[in-house]
C-alpha cells in the first residue's frame, strides 16, 4: 500500500488528452514538492515534472503538472505511442522523514 | 552532462552483505544531496535512502534501518549503499539519484541512474 495514491491504469487513443491523479496528506503533498517519473519498459525513471508544475528542459510541453491542496495531477495532451510507459508521482513526507511514491499508473496508449 | 553510474550489484545469498557505489559527474557533487531507490521485481518504486550534502545527516525507510548505510565520498564524488543481514525482499534494482535542491536533501530527486541489480538468493 503506498503513501501516495494513483490510479494502477490509465488509457486513451492518439491525439488524446489524459490525467493521472495523484493523492496524498498534509505531511507529504500538502507540505512539499510534487515530481512525476516516467519510466519506459526495461529503463530507469527520467524526471517529467519538478517542483508541482515545472518541465527540465527537454520535456515537451504536452507535459504539465498541477497542485492543489493534498493532490497532484499530471497531464498529458496530444497523446502519443511513445508515452505509453509507467508514471510515478513522488513527494517528501515530513512525517516519515524521507521520499514516499505513488504506486505507479501504467499508460496504455490504444 | 550530469551523470550516476552505479556499480556493485549482483547474487548474494540471505544474510550476507554487499556494498554499492554510484559515481557521480557532470555537476558538483559535493553540494547536493543523494537518494537510493529500489524497484522489485514487476513492482513500483521505493525510496530506501538519502544522505544530506555534507553527510551530516542520513534518513532510511524503516524495512532497512540498521541493516543499511548510506554514506559518500566527496573526493571521489561517489555516493555508497553498504548493505548487511540481506533478505530476499531486499532483491530489486537499486538506483542512486540526485537530490533536486541544493539547499535541503528533504526533496524529490531529478537525475537518476540506470540502476545495478540485486539479487538476494541461497
Known amino acids: 500500500q503506498s503513501v501516495l495514491t494513483q490510479p494502477p491504469s490509465a488509457s486513451g487513443t492518439p491525439g488524446q488528452r489524459v490525467t493521472i491523479s495523484c493523492s496524498g496528506s498534509?505531511?507529504?503533498?500538502?507540505?512539499?514538492?510534487v515530481y512525476w517519473y516516467q519510466q519506459l519498459p526495461g529503463t530507469a525513471p527520467k524526471l517529467l515534472i519538478y517542483r508541482n508544475d515545472h518541465r527540465p528542459s527537454g520535456v515537451p510541453d504536452r507535459f504539465s503538472g498541477s497542485k492543489s491542496g493534498t493532490s497532484a495531477s499530471l497531464a498529458i495532451s496530444g497523446l502519443r505511442s511513445e508515452d505509453e510507459a509507467d508514471y510515478y508521482c513522488?513527494?517528501?513526507?515530513?512525517?516519515?522523514?524521507?521520499?514516499?511514491f505513488g504506486g505507479g499508473t501504467k499508460l496504455t496508449v490504444l | 552532462q550530469v551523470q550516476l553510474v552505479e556499480s556493485g550489484g549482483g547474487v548474494v545469498q540471505p544474510g550476507r552483505s554487499l556494498r554499492l557505489s554510484c559515481a557521480a559527474s557532470g555537476f558538483t557533487f559535493s553540494l547536493y544531496g543523494m537518494h537510493w531507490v529500489r524497484q522489485a521485481p514487476g513492482k513500483g518504486l521505493e525510496w530506501v535512502a538519502v544522505?544530506?550534502?555534507?553527510?551530516?545527516?542520513?534518513y532510511y525507510v524503516d524495512s532497512v534501518k540498521g541493516r543499511f548505510t548510506i554514506s559518500r565520498d566527496k573526493s571521489k564524488n561517489t555516493l555508497y549503499l553498504q548493505m548487511n543481514s540481506l533478505r530476499a525482499e531486499d532483491t530489486a534494482v537499486y538506483y542512486c539519484?540526485?537530490?533536486?535542491?541544493?539547499?535541503?536533501?528533504?526533496?524529490?530527486?531529478?537525475?537518476w541512474g540506470q540502476g545495478t541489480t540485486v539479487t538476494v538468493s541461497s
Open positions: 544522505i544530506s550534502y555534507d553527510g551530516s545527516y542520513k
Open positions: 513522488a513527494a517528501w513526507d515530513d512525517s516519515l522523514s524521507g521520499v514516499v
Open positions: 498534509s505531511s507529504n503533498i500538502g507540505s512539499n514538492f
Open positions: 539519484a540526485k537530490v533536486s535542491r541544493v539547499d535541503t536533501a528533504m526533496d524529490g530527486m531529478d537525475v
